[in-house]
C-alpha cells in the first residue's frame, strides 16, 4: 500500500483499498482529508495534472468545507507547473474559494497567474489589480507583474 518508493512511483495505486484502510483507523471528515491530501500529492509528483484537476473540482464541487490557505497552495502549484490551458481554466473553477473572502491579496495574485497562463489576459489583470489595491501600497514586484501581464510577458 505504499504511494512512493525511492526507485520510482507507483503507477497502480488501489485507491479503493487505501480509503477503505484509512476509514477503518479514522472516521469522518479527517479520513477524506488524508485521502484527499495523498491523492493531490500523488498526482502532483505523476505530474497528472488532469487527476489532479479532476480531485480537487470533485472536491470543492461537493460541498466539501475546504481551507482557503490549502487551495491557495495547490493553485499555486498548478499554475506554475502546469501547462495545459483547459486544466488551467478548469482549475479556477477549484480556486474560486480564494476571492470570496477579498481580504487576501496574494490569493488574487495566485487566482490572476492562473488566469494569465490559462490566456485569460483581461481576467488575470484585473485580479491582480485587486491584489495591488488590498495590500494599499506601492507595491513593486506587484506592479512589474501588472506591466508584464498587459505586455504579454512571461510572469515568475
Known amino acids: 500500500m505504499t504511494l512512493y518508493r525511492t526507485d520510482s512511483l507507483k503507477k497502480d495505486v488501489d485507491w479503493p483499498e487505501i480509503e477503505n484502510t484509512i476509514e477503518l483507523n479514522y472516521k469522518g471528515d479527517i479520513s477524506k482529508q488524508i485521502i484527499l491530501y495523498a491523492q493531490l500529492q500523488y498526482y502532483q ?3 497528472d495534472w488532469s487527476s489532479f484537476n479532476d480531485c480537487l473540482l470533485n472536491h470543492t464541487s461537493n460541498g466539501n468545507e475546504t481551507d482557503p490557505d490549502f487551495i491557495n497552495t495547490y493553485a499555486w ?3 506554475t507547473y502546469c501547462h495545459d490551458k483547459k486544466y488551467l481554466n478548469d482549475a479556477a473553477k477549484w480556486a474560486a474559494i480564494l476571492i470570496k473572502d477579498e481580504k487576501h491579496p496574494y490569493y488574487f495574485k495566485t487566482y490572476s497567474r492562473l488566469f494569465y497562463k490559462a490566456g485569460e489576459k483581461d481576467l488575470a489583470i484585473k485580479y491582480m489589480e485587486k491584489c495591488a489595491s488590498l495590500l ?3 507595491n513593486k514586484p506587484i506592479n ?5 501581464m498587459r505586455k504579454g510577458e512571461k510572469i515568475e
Not at 512589474?144 to 508584464?148: L, N
Open 144 to 148: 512589474e507583474t501588472i506591466e508584464k
Open 45 to 47: 509528483w505523476l505530474k
Open 77 to 79: 502549484n498548478f499554475a
Open 136 to 138: 494599499n501600497t506601492t
